[in-house]
């Protein structure tokens, strides 16, 4: 294959690969506000899915705070935080 092909195939396979950012109604938008604020309050473990460029992010943690712009959680390698607009999911792990 010439290399300009190549080339085109992975941009391809890349684009083909990339998932659609989910829509969140009002509904799904307070599930996520209800299990962050429990997650918080309770100290449970949860899973919080993110997406950014078309791929989806799975981080699972301890959330530690909550401010108007990130949700800061812990794992087993240390402390992180996500932007509150890339979240899509919050499921507790129990």
């Known amino acids: 294959m010439l290399p300009e092909h190549v080339k085109e195939l992975r941009k391809w396979q890349e684009d083909a690969d990339k998932v659609k950012r989910p829509e969140l109604d009002e509904f799904d938008l307070q599930t996520m506000q209800e299990e ?3 997650a918080l309050s309770s100290g449970l473990e949860t899973r919080i ?3 950014l460029d078309g791929q989806l992010h799975y ?3 301890v959330i530690q705070e909550v401010s108007t712009q990130y949700v800061h959680y812990e794992d087993p390698y240390g402390k992180h935080r996500i932007p509150i607009h890339e979240m899509v999911a919050v499921m507790i792990v129990e």
């Open 49 to 51: 899915t993110t997406w």
């Open 36 to 38: 962050v604020t429990r």
């Open 59 to 61: 981080h699972r943690g």
